[in-house]
């Protein structure tokens, strides 16, 4: 797939920007939520103190990554977009694209979300989240990360 070309006009890099930050307003609040429930249901069993109160965080981001990596494969394997796309009117193509494809691309980005929660790992998933952004700038003119590549796709304007 590296000399195909996308099935419209590529989305620029702030509409992707938007369209994570977008989700990620809605992923945050999932994820405080989880993490209240994990931390009170830890302290309740005393498992808290004993892993010196890290283990409500470190589940909550793997379980709220996990939920996120999913509904990225879910809703790309359907609709072809997720909420964030389909309010930017991007949305990703082909179309036809195998599941176990959208799983990989599901699984490079977002998927290390999950692995936020551990500490000095949570470092290097922020320098990569910034380094697939730094990368998609700079792929010019198609605007592809990793993900992308790695899956066969792209990100395209909506027009529908």
Request: aromatic share 24%; hydrophobic share 75%.
């Given at each position: 797939m590296a000399g195909a070309r996308p099935g419209g006009t590529p989305a620029e890099w702030w509409e992707r920007l938007a369209t994570r930050l977008i989700e990620g307003l809605v992923f945050g609040v999932f994820y405080?939520?989880?993490?209240?429930?994990?931390?009170a249901a830890f302290r309740t069993v005393g498992v808290s103190e004993a892993t010196a109160g890290r283990l409500p965080g470190v589940a909550a981001w793997f379980l709220a990554g996990l939920g996120y990596t999913a509904y990225e494969w879910v809703a790309l394997s359907g609709a072809g977009r997720t909420f964030g796309k389909a309010i930017m009117k991007i949305r990703v193509t082909p179309r036809d694209l195998p599941r176990a494809a959208?799983?990989?691309?599901?699984l490079v980005y977002p998927g290390p979300v999950m692995l936020m929660g551990i500490p000095l790992v949570n470092l290097l998933g922020g320098i990569y989240v910034f380094a697939v952004g730094m990368i998609i700038l700079i792929d010019k003119p198609l605007q592809r990360g990793p993900h992308d590549r790695l899956a066969g796709t792209f990100v395209v304007k909506d027009l529908r």
């Open positions: 405080y939520i989880l993490f209240i429930v994990l931390w959208l799983l990989k691309r599901a």
